[in-house]
């Protein structure tokens, strides 16, 4: 079973840098075609996708917000980590990984399955 | 590619049939258009991807359909769990984005 859980801090005051952690579980970020997304929802709002990262390292960045986000990849713990830095309240909401689609070897950006997501406020 | 959707909230009956479009800014031929349903306190789910492909598991009262830049998603018969958020997203050109959502109300 493909299972994806997001981790990190409920709280981060403005201008620090967040940095969050999605654990894989029933597959491997180091196989073919595996890659993983973070998109954030802020309340209300409409989802955001933020950053992708392949199998093979390939990085792909909201072009809005890559100035401050990084994601990678700890094969050996199955993660993806991502750090966000200079932290606005405009920045608080809901985070969540995904991972991107595949039907038989085609590679697809939809999102599918999603981690159960993470709530991030921005406050000081 | 900016996605909206309308109406943004759409108040029905259990068992009734429900209509939601998702209209693209500009045109792309791929088809590479996406819906979700998220419940309330809950991640999205899959439901259509390629704009009318069921994803695994999703019953047959959902369809998808497309029409130039207009993409609609159809629930034949709503069911208690339809009750919920719905959201569109293209993947035909980075960054991939997603409409406002429609709500779907009893």
């Known amino acids: 079973q493909v299972t994806l859980k997001e981790s990190g801090p409920a709280l981060v005051k403005p201008t620090e840098t967040l940095t969050l952690t999605c654990t894989l579980s029933?597959?491997?970020?180091?196989?073919?075609?595996?890659?993983v997304s973070w998109v954030r929802q802020p309340p209300g709002q409409a989802l955001e996708w933020l950053a992708r990262?392949?199998?093979?390292?390939?990085?792909f960045y909201s072009p809005s917000l890559k100035a401050r986000l990084t994601i990678s990849k700890d094969t050996s713990k199955n993660q993806v980590v991502l750090t966000m830095t200079n932290m606005d309240p405009v920045d608080t909401g809901t985070y969540y990984c995904?991972?991107?689609?595949?039907?038989?070897?085609?590679?697809?950006?939809?999102?599918?399955?999603w981690g159960q997501g993470t709530l991030v406020t921005v406050s000081s | 590619i900016v996605l909206t959707q309308s109406p943004g909230t759409l108040s029905l009956s259990p068992g009734d049939r429900a209509t939601l479009s998702c209209r693209a800014s500009?045109?792309?031929?791929?088809?590479?258009l996406a819906w979700y349903r998220q419940k309330p306190g809950q991640a999205p789910r899959l439901l259509i991807y390629?704009?009318?492909n069921r994803a695994t598991g999703i019953p047959d009262r959902f369809s998808g359909s497309v029409s130039g830049r207009d993409f609609t998603l159809t629930i034949s018969r709503l069911e208690p769990e339809d009750f919920a958020v719905y959201h569109c997203?293209?993947?035909?050109?980075?960054?991939?984005?997603f409409g406002q959502g429609t709500k779907v109300e009893i």
């Open positions: 390629g704009a009318s």
């Open positions: 500009q045109s792309f031929s791929s088809g590479y």
């Open positions: 995904a991972r991107m689609g595949m039907v038989r070897g085609v590679l697809y950006n939809w999102f599918d399955p």
């Open positions: 997203q293209q993947y035909d050109s980075l960054p991939w984005t």
């Open positions: 029933g597959f491997s970020l180091s196989t073919y075609g595996m890659r």
């Open positions: 990262i392949d199998w093979d390292n390939d990085e």
